[in-house]
Nanobody, 114 residues
Framework: QVQLVESGGGLVQPGESLRLSCTAS????????MSWYRQGPGKERQLVAT????????RYADSVKGRFTISRDNAKNTVWLQMNSLKPEDTDVYYC???????WGQGTQVTVSS
């Protein structure tokens, strides 16, 4: 079955960086575009970034453009989200998703606070 395991979250101060990882199994990773989403309490899940199957194109939410970078390694079945210049409003649980598949991992908590 499809499994997505996110990791790398934590508590950081404003301006610092984190790198999230998502390791996938149970499907042909290279056949799917991958996305990162985030969701806070009482809020809808928000699309943060998407990367195409071969990694040649990326797209970002306006709120993270220029600060976050999505990347992938199909040989490792892994997608990353490099988050720089973090802000308190980036505090959320972050999830990865294979575009078109209904499966979600447990998410990883990112907290940005001084």
């Amino acid at each position: 079955q499809v499994q997505l395991v996110e990791s790398g979250g934590g508590l950081v101060q404003p301006g610092e960086s984190l790198r999230l990882s998502c390791t996938a199994s149970g499907f042909t990773f290279s056949s799917y575009a991958m996305s990162w989403y985030r969701q806070g309490p009482g809020k809808e899940r928000q699309l943060v970034a998407t990367i195409t199957r071969a990694g040649g194109r990326t797209r970002y939410a306006d709120s993270v453009k220029g600060r976050f970078t999505i990347s992938r390694d199909n040989a490792k079945n892994t997608v990353w989200l490099q988050m720089n210049s973090l802000k308190p409003e980036d505090t959320d649980v972050y999830y990865c998703n294979a575009v078109g598949l209904p499966s979600w991992g447990q998410g990883t908590q990112v907290t940005v606070s001084s």
